[in-house]
């Protein structure tokens, strides 16, 4: 009889915990009860001129010896910048990167060892070019090629505009986010409430665009002709709304 008494003890506790804690969930906001809203997201566009250029050299040179290799590099350099002073650009033109260090070939595939095999040294610079005026990348190219560059790492428009276009797109974005929750609202037979929230969605980076290079004719002695694609700039924005439902009996 003891013992019943005292598991009855324990009992009585346990059973108002329980009670307790079923009459707080009772009282928490559920997800159903929590207040709807509308999510959507806006996109907007911009499209613009070009109106800057970076061209970028790539003057490599090899060698027995690093010394050797980084001499060779330097004298070709001052080169291609001779060649471009002479069509009045050598003072947009820096260097981007340099470095010096073992060059290896590739394994062969009748070779028992395996793996790359150090044949020497190689140096590698890489000059930039900073243009505003378009027409002028072709020749560039040209000049360097002829100076002693051993390639083109690249050719990028620019626009100053980039920065406003992108703020116009970003206004279009908004009212297309807006446009579209209004018209989910009315479809779900509701309004469109205050705003909860807004952030803007990634896009494309507006400095860059595609190139499309060509050699005139695909004769040697050709000029390189290089045409610039307009930049597209884009923006996205992510809206959040509170959705009103009609009144009911409406």
């Known amino acids: ?30 997800a159903a009860d929590a207040a709807p809203d ?12 070009p109106d800057r250029a970076t061209v970028l050299l790539q003057v490599e ?24 002073r002479r069509i009045g650009v050598d003072s947009a033109v820096t260097t981007a990167s340099y470095n010096v260090g ?17 044949v020497g040294y190689a140096a590698r610079t890489v000059v930039r070019v900073q243009l505003t005026r378009l027409n002028d990348v072709g020749q560039v190219i040209d000049a360097a090629l002829g100076g002693g ?29 807006r446009r579209d929750a209004e018209a989910l609202a009315r479809s779900l037979g509701g309004q469109l409430g205050s705003l909860i929230s807004s952030s803007t969605a990634s896009g494309m980076d507006p400095r860059r665009a595609n190139v499309m290079m060509r050699m005139a004719g695909g004769m040697a002695g050709s000029a390189t002709q290089i045409t610039p694609n307009e930049i597209v700039v884009t923006a996205g924005v992510v809206t959040r709304w509170r959705f009103v439902p009609a009144p009911a009996g409406r």
């Open 1 to 30: 009889m003891r013992t019943a008494t005292i598991a009855a003890a324990w009992l009585i506790p346990l059973a108002l915990c329980a009670r307790t804690a079923a009459a707080q969930q009772d009282r928490s906001p559920s």
């Open 38 to 49: 509308v999510e959507t997201v806006g996109t907007g566009e911009r499209r613009i001129a």
């Open 61 to 84: 040179t090899k060698a027995a010896s690093a010394a050797a290799a980084a001499a060779q590099n330097g004298r070709t350099v001052q080169a291609v910048r001779e060649a471009l």
């Open 102 to 118: 073992p060059d290896y070939e590739p394994p062969r595939p009748m070779d028992r060892e395996g793996g790359p095999r150090r």
């Open 149 to 177: 560059a051993t390639g083109v790492d690249g050719v990028f428009f620019e626009a100053s505009t980039a920065d406003a276009a992108r703020r116009e797109a970003l206004a279009d974005a908004a009212q297309a986010a």
